[in-house]
């Protein structure tokens, strides 16, 4: 049974930004789809903010496995209602991709508890990605480095909570550092950082890009049994009736 | 200068449940409070929910240091306003001190990301804590264990993000376990979630948990110079011109 | 291609104490296999102490992609040679699973750096091991706690780093816990440390124990493309010259 | 009762090389102990390679609290009993500071369990140090970076288990990361390393490398009560009979 994975995107610098309608014309989440679908083992969805629902309905969400998260000039315009929906799946095992300016989205603010704040800066920096975790599945084919020519520069201090692992640490240009590959854990829920992907940059072409992005899915997507999880009253007894 | 401590305490059960009444006649809040009071280091002051804005008007926030929380029937009575400025002070640096079933409370669920549920029952376990970090500073004075005669049980699976440190694991007498003892970092802030104080039983006057809350309010205390943290737009040329 | 799996179980109490060989007439090593040998993905070989080389020559130990390891009365009697050779093959990245009383074998604690010391009883307690991170693939099929009718007690303070995740915590019926499963990284390999497996008790016959086994095989191994990490010097220039 | 600190220095490029010489002419110990005099909460002694027992006698160690390691060119000339002296202690609860190339000490990597390895260069680097755990109190009074003009490179990946807290993070001119600044503990014991110092640079004197180790020194000082850890045989009772 394939993966199930929806790629959601903002979608509005590709419609209003020349350079940006440029490199992606169909939009960001066309080009991360095209790469993920060369993959038999998954099956790509797409949904963008301007549709119904925000292309989130109850039944795209529930059928769900890995959702793929691009965002930025429009967090404030997701209603409550689809920000709380996404929520409660991660909260029920549903693996969770953020990518770049979507650390600053809702549903990973609330996921983090924190401002997920950090420095920033559009001049041309070259990033270069150093593998602080070797071996780890997300970078599998990748060597010890990359190097993105040109980026937007995002700057430490990030304000998340100290990741389950830290697998890629970039420097910049500019001679800033920023925590660039974050794993995080949420109930039965994968949750992982990416940082790349600018929308006047052809990132989202970058064969190692596409390749962490493709890993990713992979280590966030639950295993098949993640049942609902018990909480609440638990009377005395339960032992001697429990069935093992 | 000493550490400013607030205590805050719904207060609701010690008026209305006979029993708390009699344990805690002024309030779990006072019982806390007059062990703190022996720390000379310390300036204690109690809040509780029934008071204007519960207690927690700017001025009582803002001049707080570290704050310990306890509450339980009646989290969802704190106005959003509250819930969010104590939030903001957490992210600005303040100390938190999470007790018992605070756990369920709105700004350590909002700190935390998750459900923070757990499994639960009240039919008088034998609780005993467990040291998994000696030498912590929150353990000072601590033997490897200690033991509660009676206590409510909380058990596993609890639903918190993977904590920084777990410094104290419980079993109870019907074999359940629980991880007693955690702390998290947010931003420049420090939280320690502590287990033990059912409003029935007199846990806030055993020794060695009275020790553990005072280690607490010490470890959590923010450093003197927190300053507010730098986000955003960053020039270049930052480096030629920094003072360094 | 499967995964290649080497069981080595010092396999000296099966031949000496009745109830050991009772229990397991052709070994530890023997009773895991013959599960493990039940999936296809898995090539599994055995190797115990009194063979040559304690049966870990270096083509064996050059083809294995994960080992288990089963040890109590003889750690000391293991040859530097053989110790330091899985040593260096853990760090080139091979999974290691470190079953029961082989926390004080001499490769783990050369892994982790510490005693890994405890506290510990053979009188016949239940445990009861409960799951602290619900999703975790090695988890797989295995319900939020299980029980183990009689087992050895170890107790904490169990002198580990802290683990990397705790994904089981044990109580038994002394009032003792213990964190019983334990995932461990050292450059690129993984480690997982699993409790129970007391040599007079059939706990390598119990489903849910079986089951955490084979699931933490496929955990550990290393995927396809680990190569040896890059060291040492670094010229200037590096990045003009880089292909990328 | 001040924390009583014994600062281990190699001290051999300081008679050697005419540029060491010339900026530490004392050698890197005293002008670390020069700083740490000015505390009067500190008690500041030093020890060398070249001194009988290489100045760490019995008494000498027994009565330290915190030490610190500088070395690089002789890590094998240390004796196998002072090696596993000074790793006992910190077993018992002694504070340990690693700066620079101790990194390769024979007591850090028996403490990490890894070949602690990285890439480096020395070709006159500028390094920024960016904090990435604000308010964490090695890093007091140190604003959110600082640059040290000149320095040797130390490149990712460096092979060390993933640290507690990863609270400084290094670019250099040459595009290179490291973490700089890393907490861990090992059983009782607190260990930081801290990148910064080669021996033809005048790193320590700079006042935001001396703060760090300042703050460093009181973060890993033992609490007054770390008493010997219990482990071993644990008899059936011993809860009846316990003093709680």
Redesign the interface.
């Known amino acids: 049974m394939p993966i199930r994975v929806t790629i959601w995107n903002e979608f509005r610098h590709e419609k209003t930004n020349p350079k940006a309608a440029e490199i992606y014309p169909k939009g960001i989440h066309e080009a991360i789809a095209a790469h993920l679908r060369t993959d038999a083992r998954l099956h790509i969805s797409t949904a963008t903010l301007d549709e119904p629902e925000h292309g989130l309905s109850e039944d795209v969400v529930r059928q769900t496995d890995v959702m793929l998260w691009w965002g930025h000039l429009a967090h404030d315009e997701l209603s409550n209602l689809i920000v709380e929906r996404v929520y409660q799946r991660v909260?029920a095992?549903m693996g969770l991709v953020v990518l770049h300016s979507g650390h600053f989205s809702r549903v990973f603010r609330?996921?983090?508890?924190?401002?997920c704040?950090?420095?920033?800066?559009e001049?041309g920096d070259?990033e270069?990605l150093?593998?602080?975790?070797?071996?780890h599945?997300i970078l599998?084919?990748i060597d010890?480095y990359?190097?993105l020519p040109v980026e937007e520069?995002y700057?430490?201090?990030?304000?998340i909570?100290?990741p389950?692992?830290?697998i890629l640490?970039?420097?910049?240009t500019?001679?800033?550092?920023f925590?660039s590959g974050c794993t995080?854990?949420?109930?039965?829920?994968?949750i992982f950082y990416f940082r790349p992907g600018h929308e006047t940059y052809p990132t989202y072409y970058d064969p190692?890009v596409l390749r962490v992005i493709q890993n990713a899915v992979h280590w966030v997507a639950?295993?098949?049994?993640?049942?609902p999880?018990?909480?609440?009253?638990?009377?005395?007894g339960?032992?001697d009736h429990?069935p093992?």
Chains 1, 2, 3, 4 share one sequence.
Do not use: C, Y
């Open positions: 909260m095992g609330k996921l983090m508890g924190t401002s704040d950090l420095k920033w800066r001049s070259r270069i150093w593998v602080t975790h070797p071996g599945p599998e084919g010890d990359f190097v520069m700057g430490e201090f990030f304000d909570p100290e389950d692992e830290t640490i970039s420097s910049f500019g001679g800033e550092v925590r995080f854990t949420r109930g039965a829920a994968r190692n639950p295993r098949r049994e993640v049942k999880l018990e909480f609440g009253n638990r009377k005395s339960w032992l429990s093992e």
